[in-house]
T-cell receptor, first 114, second 115 residues
Framework: AQSVAQPEDQVNVAEGNPLTVKCTYSVSGNPYLFWYVQYPNRGLQFLLK??????LVKGSYGFEAEFNKSQTSFHLKKPSALVSDSALYFC????????????FGAGTQVVVTP | DAGITQSPRHKVTETGTPVTLRCHQT?????MYWYRQDPGHGLRLIHY???????DKGEVSDGYSVSRSKTEDFLLTLESATSSQTSVYFC??????????????FGPGTRLTVL
């Protein structure tokens, strides 16, 4: 069985400071990992993904994520947070079958204060 | 939202009544999914479809049924709604992105309240 964990319910950061949202995973085989963001009263928007290759993945809105196989982690990062980054962030892993299903973490609320 | 619409966007209903939510896509993608979102649980898969009349159960399928008679429409039915089904429901499609691997794209969601 595979699983995804987001250990922090909420992350608070001041605008301009670095932002990190943590994600750890458990899968058999090669992981396909994703980050999505949800703004208030909106659907989920795709941020970035790791399939294979470079461990540092760059995505939308200045976000990047670092894949660490030994620590089974896929942390989302942004060097300088904006107030507009305040949202709910989800880490997800794709199932190893062929149906493309996603298993999500519980989500981390990011609050960026001016 | 990748050409995905959901209807209705909001619904309030009473316990025991049937409810059908509709997901419509305009790009003829084969794979479609229904998730529910609840605080502390993230999104959990209810049912998915890999083609017309081809559907299967997800993680939390009890109390839900689906139908897909046309490629563009994926219907989620609560045969007899219960308060535990109060949630936000998201439809998703997936198709191969630039990586050659399927990525999922989500609709705007339906907020369902069961009184």
């Amino acid at each position: 069985a595979q699983s995804v964990a987001q250990p922090e319910d909420q992350v608070n950061v001041a605008e301009g400071n670095p932002l990190t949202v943590k994600c750890t995973y458990s899968v058999s085989g090669n992981p396909y990992l994703f980050w999505y963001v949800q703004y208030p009263n909106r659907g989920l928007q795709f941020l970035l993904k790791y399939i294979t290759g470079d461990n540092l993945v760059k995505g939308s809105y200045g976000f990047e994520a670092e894949f660490n196989k030994s620590q089974t982690s896929f942390h989302l990062k942004k060097p300088s947070a904006l107030v507009s980054d305040s949202a709910l962030y989800f880490c997800a892993v794709r199932t190893t079958d062929s149906w493309g299903k996603l298993q999500f973490g519980a989500g981390t609320q990011v609050v960026v204060t001016p | 939202d990748a050409g995905i619409t959901q209807s209705p966007r909001h619904k309030v209903t009473e316990t025991g009544t049937p409810v059908t939510l509709r997901c419509h896509q305009t790009e003829n993608h084969r794979y479609m999914y229904w998730y529910r979102q609840d605080p502390g649980h993230g999104l959990r898969l209810i049912h998915y479809s890999y083609g017309v009349k081809d559907t299967d159960k997800g993680e939390v399928s009890d109390g839900y049924s689906v139908s897909r008679s046309k490629t563009e429409d994926f219907l989620l039915t609560l045969e007899s709604a219960t308060s535990s089904q109060t949630s936000v429901y998201f439809c998703a499609i997936s198709y191969s992105g630039t990586s050659g691997r399927r990525e999922q794209f989500f609709g705007p969601g339906t907020r369902l309240t069961v009184l």
